[in-house]
Nanobody
Framework: EVRLVESGGGLVPAGGFLRLSCAAS????????IGWFRQAPGKEREGVAC????????SYGSFVKGRFIISSDNAKNTVYLEMNSLKPEDTAVYYC?????????????WGQGTQVTVSS
């Protein structure tokens, strides 16, 4: 069974740090791109970052501005999102999903999400 499970969210003050994890099972990261997305109350879902080991690429949403780093550990079949200099506007539920490439638009196998709350 293909499954993605997010963890690592929490409540942090502005300027703080969190590392989110997306644990994959039922497939290997080498064959897919993994994307992080977020959705805040009343707002549309937006892409945060994506990593694709097949072409060794990583990309970020324009709002990230060097604050976040996406990485993967194939031994653990897990993708991480390190978030630095967090702002209150980063508050959202963060999800991970998989697709064939970062530029594709067929994201699937969504996880349940992890809540990130940044206090001002």
């Amino acid at each position: 069974e293909v499954r993605l499970v997010e963890s690592g969210g929490g409540l942090v003050p502005a300027g703080g740090f969190l590392r989110l994890s997306c644990a994959a099972s039922g497939f290997t990261l080498d064959d897919y791109a993994i994307g992080w997305f977020r959705q805040a109350p009343g707002k549309e879902r937006e892409g945060v970052a994506c990593i694709s080991r097949s072409d060794a690429s990583a990309s970020y949403g324009s709002f990230v501005k060097g604050r976040f780093i996406i990485s993967s550990d194939n031994a653990k079949n897990t993708v991480y999102l390190e978030m630095n200099s967090l702002k209150p506007e980063d508050t959202a539920v963060y999800y991970c999903a998989r697709d064939s490439h970062c530029s594709a638009n067929g994201w699937n196998s969504w996880g349940q999400g992890t809540q990130v709350t940044v206090s001002s």
